[in-house]
Each structure stands twice: as C-alpha cells, then as structure tokens.
C-alpha cells in the first residue's frame, strides 16, 4: 500500500504560480506511475498529468507548456509546478499511485484545493 499526501495548494490570482507536492509513505520508485487528476465543481475528475517510474511525462492539453510534473525519488515526493494559472485550473487537486500489474492498484490523497481568482 501507498499512502499519499498532497500540499501545497491555495488562493492565488490569475497568471500566479502554485507548486504540489505529494509525499509518498514508500519508495516511489517502482511504482508504475504518478499522477495528478483535479475535479472543479460540477465537472469529472480529470488526469492533468502524469509521469511513469522511467521519466515520461505526459500532460493534457489544457496544461501543456504551463504545468510541469516532477518527481523525487529520494524524497517519495511527486511535485507539480503550475505557472501561469488561469480561474479554469481552479479545482481539487488529487496525487495518484499506479502500482503493480496485472492486477494494478491505484492510490489516492486526500486532495489540495487551488483556487485561482481572476
């Protein structure tokens, strides 16, 4: 098992920076992948990006060129620079752990809140 903690969230104006971190209670190390999702109100859940234990980084495309998704595996901590944020990145943010194959087990945190005001 994986537990997972995010921080790093707040209130922060339009063109703002925030950066997330989700420490991991192990070794991140093998695991498949880290991901962040983030749910607005109303809307899914959805991936934002995501980053596997051999250094691919994928993002969607709303993010792209603004966020950037790291890891530290020395520290068990998956990170999350977001620059130039806009009021529709406003939303929970989740940190999420792909583990195992077949069968594959997902880990999730408690959530941050990012807010960002026009």
């Known amino acids: 098992q994986v537990q997972l903690v995010e921080s790093g969230g707040g209130l922060v104006q339009a063109g703002g920076s925030l950066r997330l971190s989700c420490a991991a209670s192990?070794?991140?190390?093998?695991?498949?992948?880290m991901c962040w999702y983030r749910q607005a109100p109303g809307k899914q859940r959805e991936l934002v990006a995501a980053i596997t234990s051999g250094g691919t980084k994928n993002y969607t495309d709303s993010v792209r060129g603004r966020f950037t998704i790291s890891r530290d595996n020395a520290k068990n901590t998956v990170y999350l620079q977001m620059n130039d944020l806009k009021p529709e990145d406003t939303a929970v943010y989740y940190c999420n752990a792909a583990t195992g194959n077949s069968p594959t087990y997902y880990y999730w945190g408690q959530g941050t809140q990012v807010t960002v005001s026009s």
């Open positions: 192990r070794s991140i190390f093998s695991i498949n992948a």
